[in-house]
């Protein structure tokens, strides 16, 4: 005798056999390298939108960086506010870079073609500065 299986039976019966597979198939334990999408030389850290970072020198990290004259320096906001990367202080921007505002995780590179120190300072949080020593 012929016994009748409904099509809702038979979709059970077939995530069950591929859910048990699934949880005996077991990966060669080789282990894989992931590489970051942008190298950067500065971190916008998380939580640094709120005040209380300069407190801790870890609004950029580093906060002073030293590159040779000529080197491209790059800023990746890791945060999940906006943020800026612009020369000068919050009361006296200098004009010479600004990355407007950068959405979470996107990165901003700079130039310096002359020695000497430069300040930058985020618009949206006045509080964030650090610096880049070129020689």
Known sequence: MLKKVSIAGVSITIAIVVFVAA?????????????????ADVIMPTKVSRPGCEETDRCYIPSEITVEKGRTVTWLNEDSAFHSVTSGFYDAPTELFDSGHMDPFESFSYTFSESGVYDYYCTLHPWMEAQVIVE
């Open 23 to 39: 949880l005996s198939y077991s990966e060669d334990e080789t282990e894989i390298e992931i590489e970051p999408i942008v190298n």
